[in-house]
Structure formats: structure tokens, C-alpha cells
């Protein structure tokens, strides 16, 4: 049975042409008969321009099988912050009284927010847009989009740690209350139910970005030393979360100022994008480049 929708995200250095790469991809899909989302998370937003229409957070639709949205990662931020203020206000009600409410507005500047907005953010999308066959991601900068994958086993290494935790403070709450009262307090506890709620959800997304039937990374790279230095980078920080790049698209590609850059990925099945005559931007120039180039881009939606 086909696993659906199937995660395309397309990474790299800015301006390697990320947002063309997966806009190509996505029209590629839509073409072959397959039901496709393109989601620009990057704040920069070339999606727009492109496909020649204005976008939004809601997807629209620009062909019979494709729909395209811009993310708005700010209206996400805040979203997230709203949860994080409520969640703490439910559980310590005493804050209001103490006049702690004000220090909310810190919160905006923790590092880790936009992180966690956006993986918000692309769990509404997956649970959104089951109907569809291939979700295909825009990546923001490679720093935010790294912080993006790492961030599961991050928050799990830090929610096990605090699940100890608490379940040691039970122990000595237990041993306490046994000896003062003479039994015991088998009420279940709140805080471990919300850890274990949090740990199988970030074990939930670890394991789709770790399932090559559900998830495939794209890198994109441009034949120059700065496009390849960073590519390193993120084929090395990929894999310290055990996660792999599945293909690259090596942009403005010709035989003569790429041999160094093929070499220096022996083993990663790679697309070679020629540079295009005209600017890529609108369904028809878009949809002749598809047609008059052999890029294999084709094959792989």
C-alpha cells in the first residue's frame, strides 16, 4: 500500500536555488497525475514569485493537482507562545497573584522558539493534508532548518531526563506519605502524563523523518566552494540526528565547473539542473524548462 503523503524537503545554502528546485519538483508531480502541496517555510518567500501569484498560509491552488502556500512563520511563533502562556497559567494559577503574568513577553526572545513553531507548524500540514500524495518543503537557512531536524531528539533527551525525574520526586513523595498518613497516593500523576504525551509525540515525528518511505531530503548546491563547504556541513549535522540526504540537485550545472563537486558525493544519487535561458518564473517557462531538459526530476515524484 502507498504510504501517503510522502515529506519532500529541499535544503541548502541561500540562493543555491532551494525554492526553483522544489517548484520544479512539485510541477513535475502535479504533471504525472499525483496530488501535490508546495510549502515555502522559508521567511524569504520566492514561492510568490515563481508561480507569478500572490500566496498566503492557506494553499492555492495553481493546477488541477497542485496547490502552493506560503508559510506564516511569525502567525506560528505566536500561536506557539499562546500555548506555552496557557499551559503554564493552568498549571500554576498563583501566577496572577504574584504579578509573574508580564514576564511572558520575555519568553518571545527563548532560543528554540522558531524551531519549535515551525515543527508545529509541519505537524498541522502532515495532519491537514493527508490527501495528498507528495508534501514538498521549501527550507528556511540551513541554521533554522539543522535546528529544525535536530529538535526531536533534542526535547526527547531533555523530556526522558525530566521523566526521571519526576518519577523520582514520586518515590520520596510516596515514602513520605506512607509514613505521615500510613498509605499510599495512587493518583496518576499529571506532569508524567504530560511528559509521556510530549515523548511519543516527538518520538512520532523522529520516526517520520527517519523513514525513508515518508521523508526524503533534497539538497541543493550550486558548483561553487561556498554552495559545496555548506553542503558538507548539513550532510554532516544530517547525520548526527541519523538522518541521510537522498538525492542532490546540483544547480547551474555544466560538465566543465562541476567534476569537483560530483566527486565530492561519490555515493548520493544526484540531479544535474542545467541553467535555464530565461528566468524561471511562471507555469509555462517553468513547464517548457521540465520538458526540454534532462534533469531526472521526473522520476522521482
Known amino acids: 500500500m502507498k ?37 515555502s517555510l522559508d521567511p524569504a518567500h520566492n514561492q510568490s514569485d515563481i508561480f507569478e501569484t500572490r500566496l498566503s498560509d492557506k ?28 499551559q503554564v497559567k493552568r498549571s500554576y494559577k498563583y501566577l496572577t497573584a504574584m ?17 519549535y513553531a515551525l515543527l508545529n507548524a509541519y505537524e498541522h500540514i502532515l495532519k491537514e493534508h493527508k490527501d495528498k500524495d507528495y508534501i514538498i518543503f521549501d527550507m528556511p537557512p540551513t541554521a533554522l532548518t539543522l535546528k529544525f531536524f535536530e529538535l526531536p531528539q533534542i526535547s526527547l533527551t531533555w523530556l526522558e531526563q525530566l521523566l526521571k525525574l519526576r518519577q523520582e520526586i514520586l518515590k520520596k513523595r510516596e515514602i513520605i506519605t506512607t509514613i505521615k498518613i500510613g ?33 526524503r531530503i533534497n539538497l541543493v548546491l550550486n558548483p561553487d566552494k561556498l554552495s559545496l563547504n555548506e553542503s558538507l556541513l548539513i550532510v554532516r549535522r544530517l547525520k548526527d540526528s541519523a538522518l541521510s540526504v537522498n538525492r542532490l540537485f546540483l544547480n547551474k550545472y555544466n560538465q566543465e565547473n562541476s567534476t569537483y563537486i560530483v566527486n565530492s558525493f ?20 517553468l513547464s517548457a524548462y521540465l520538458a526540454a531538459k534532462e534533469t531526472g526530476i521526473r522520476e522521482i515524484v
Open 99 to 115: 504579578n509573574l503574568e508580564h514576564y511572558f513577553d520575555v519568553i518571545k526572545y527563548s532560543p528554540g522558539i522558531e524551531e
Open 183 to 215: 498509605k499510599k497516593d495512587f493518583q496518576s500523576d499529571k506532569i508524567i502524563t504530560k511528559l509521556d504525551a510530549q515523548i511519543s509525540g516527538y518520538e512520532k515525528i523522529k520516526s517520520i523523518f527517519s523513514d525513508p518511505q515518508k521523508t
Open 59 to 86: 494553499p492555492k491552488r495553481i493546477n488541477r493537482n497542485l496547490y502552493v502556500s506560503e508559510l506564516d512563520l511569525e502567525k506560528w511563533i505566536r500561536k506557539y507562545l499562546r500555548g506555552v502562556e496557557d
Open 266 to 285: 561519490p555515493e548520493t544519487p544526484m540531479l544535474k539542473l542545467p541553467v535555464s535561458e530565461h528566468p524561471l518564473l511562471g507555469l509555462d517557462i
Open 3 to 39: 504510504i501517503k503523503p510522502v515529506s519532500l524537503f529541499f535544503l541548502g545554502k541561500g540562493g543555491v536555488g532551494k525554492s526553483t528546485s522544489s517548484a520544479l519538483t512539485a510541477l513535475a508531480g502535479a504533471q504525472k497525475g499525483v496530488s501535490v502541496l508546495l510549502v
